[in-house]
């Protein structure tokens, strides 16, 4: 009869990790699932059973949750477009001033205007994007 129960909570864990996706409930789940083995098998007392089950989940837990989360966890965001020009450095074609300039970013060339309106950059000046402003490159010199 205890094995029929291990089975059972081991399926609603397994189960239930659907709607949780950390891959706890499923090292839970996989620990009944062996006691339940083990309890058929060996007909072990209750006792034993919950011996089974928290050594088996620990090990679970330590040992193959990890490589499983490695595995099949989402990586960060990569940033792509636009949203990866801040940062980024770019040289000044034209001069870039508070109405106009042009810039050379990522191998093309983008309009600009400096972070602070009333800087001035010469051509060839290194700046740095600081925000993208509709198809306009805010850069600044940097200390």
Do not use: C, Q
């Not at 083990?38 to 490589?67: K, Y």
């Not at 994007?129 to 850069?139: C, L, Q, R, S």
């Amino acid at each position: 009869m205890a094995a029929v129960f291990w089975l059972v909570v081991g399926i609603l864990l397994v189960a239930a990790e659907m709607f949780v996706g950390e891959l706890t409930l499923l090292m839970l789940g996989g620990g009944a699932l062996i006691t339940a083995g083990i309890s058929f098998a060996a007909d072990t007392s209750v006792v034993a059973d919950a011996i089974i089950f928290a050594i088996v989940s620990v090990a679970l837990m330590l040992g193959v949750r990890p490589m499983l989360l490695r595995r099949f966890a989402t990586p960060p965001p990569t940033l792509t477009n636009v949203d990866a020009l801040p940062g980024k450095s770019a040289l000044v074609l034209e001069s870039v001033g508070a109405h106009s300039g042009r810039v050379k970013l990522g191998g093309e060339e983008w309009t600009a205007r400096p972070f602070d309106p009333a800087e001035e950059y010469p051509p060839g000046t290194t700046v740095y994007v600081m925000k993208i402003d509709g198809a306009t490159a805010v850069v600044w010199k940097g200390p």
